[in-house]
């Protein structure tokens, strides 16, 4: 499972702006604070890469805006999250949002420079729901699907989800999640997933 939330979040990173003529302003948003964080990796790469409070301040204002983590916590807890407390559901995005964070950080690292090609708009029967999609592309191999998916929220598009090459963000998230909320519960996976991410941050300070 590691790997495949790697590679989603990963379909985060690896984009590159393609286009002069934005179709809708969801995908006006996706490719062009996509290609403002691409042009920052490739000129202060090396910087970055040792310098994970200059790349948590990149992710925090450059990133972190476009992203809706309430929506992505209450759709990968599903039905679990209906039945959280209000203070468990403040726990779960503090702590599902740190995760997400933890681990695009280090996606980020992976950036060598790879280039998106952004697909037309097709509208959505939903006015305030939009899929923007493109194709990531890598030298040598067949192009790999990515889907982002956003909301209209307080006049403001956010991405809510994203599919990587058929594998889905949320999907993946709530198969484990239910799993965990069964046999713990919502406390015990709140308590998992700190652990995980003091378990990051320890790897980040070590390294």
Known sequence: MKSN?????GGLVMLMFTSLAFAHPAQDLVESSTREVMDIL?????????DP???????????IPHLDF????ALSLGKNWREA???????LVTEFKELLLNTYMSALTLYTGQEMEFKPFIPEKRDDRAIVRAVFLQ????????????????????????????????STYRSTFAQR???VGIDGLIKEIKEKNASLVSVKDSG
């Open 53 to 63: 409070v200059a790349l948590k301040s990149l992710v925090d204002e450059k990133i």
């Open 5 to 9: 939330i790697k590679q989603i979040l």
């Open 42 to 50: 490739t000129q202060e790469k090396e910087k970055l890469e040792n």
């Open 85 to 91: 407390t209000p203070e468990q559901r403040n726990e």
């Open 181 to 183: 909320v069964a046999q």
């Open 70 to 73: 309430e929506a992505m916590t």
């Open 139 to 170: 030298p040598g191999n067949k192009g790999v699907p990515v889907n982002y998916k956003l909301r209209l929220k307080d006049e403001q598009w956010k991405i809510y989800d994203i599919d990587v090459n058929n594998i889905n963000l949320v």
